[in-house]
């Protein structure tokens, strides 16, 4: 999952080279952030990047159905790409385990990518760590299955997003540091403060390994495409990171 984002956010910006291999989805992904960072529109981006890459479907899962589609790429408006968008609505941790639980039994063409938005709501039910590890553990089990149901040399691509705190309880971050134990690409997005009339995040790519870490501006307009370019750090400057170390890049 995490070369998808970065096919998402390398098309957006004109550091696109237009080489990258659409096969190729990455390890599974945690895309972190705060309240309002844009974690929903990046994952819908992402659904609608595999959606139209000929594969099979892409399932969006999320505890609250969404009022209105996120915006943001202009393959939103291409109802193809929407029509393989399965949108699934588990209104409990129960639920989301027993929809996990029945993928295996389920017919059909195996889904591409594997998508899970709001991953704190469910961990908020009073989950504890061996609850929150089997959930991590089932999460890819099911990928996996979907992967070899594909056929070989394609994966299904697995993404979860998770809501940090600015100061984060005792819980949020023992979730968080078992939910890094599973997946080993990371992408966290930060709002830019600098201009509060604009909805502006960077977004730091961390492929598990697997490349160097990237770096975006990305811009949400009230209307409109989303905007990207890419993050250009000067050598030397400590200031580059600083927004990494709070947090809590490596």
């Not at 390890?27 to 594969?55: D, I």
């Not at 993404?159 to 992408?187: I, K, N, W």
Request: proline content about 10%.
């Amino acid at each position: 999952m995490a070369e998808t984002l970065r096919r998402v956010l390398s098309r957006g910006s004109a550091a696109c080279s237009g080489e990258e291999n659409a096969a190729d989805v990455g390890p599974p992904l945690l895309l972190l952030g705060a309240p309002g960072s844009g974690k929903t529109a990046l994952l819908f981006a992402a659904a609608l990047e595999a959606a139209g890459e000929g594969r099979g479907p892409v399932v969006f899962l999320t505890r609250t159905p969404l009022q209105r589609l996120p915006c943001g790429t202009r393959a939103a408006l291409d109802p193809m790409r929407l029509q393989k968008i399965r949108f699934q609505y588990p209104p409990s941790t129960r639920e989301l385990f027993r929809f996990l639980c029945s993928a295996h039994e389920s017919s059909g063409p195996a889904p591409s990518l594997l998508l899970l938005d709001g991953l704190e709501e469910y961990l908020a039910e009073d989950t504890g760590p061996d609850e929150s590890s089997y959930l991590a553990a089932l999460l890819l089990d099911t990928a996996a299955h979907f992967s070899d149901r594909i056929g070989p040399d394609r994966d299904c691509g697995l993404a979860v997003a998770f809501q940090t705190q600015e100061e984060p309880d005792s819980g949020d971050s023992l979730h968080l540091a078992l939910l890094q134990r599973y997946f080993p690409a990371r992408c966290w997005l930060q709002p830019d403060a600098s201009d509060p009339g604009e909805h502006r995040i960077r977004a730091c790519l961390e492929p598990g390994g697997l490349g160097p870490r990237t770096e975006w501006w990305v811009t949400f307009p009230p209307r409109g495409e989303m905007t990207v370019t890419p993050w250009h750090t000067r050598a030397g400057d400590p200031s580059s990171d600083k927004g990494s170390r709070s947090e809590g890049h490596p």
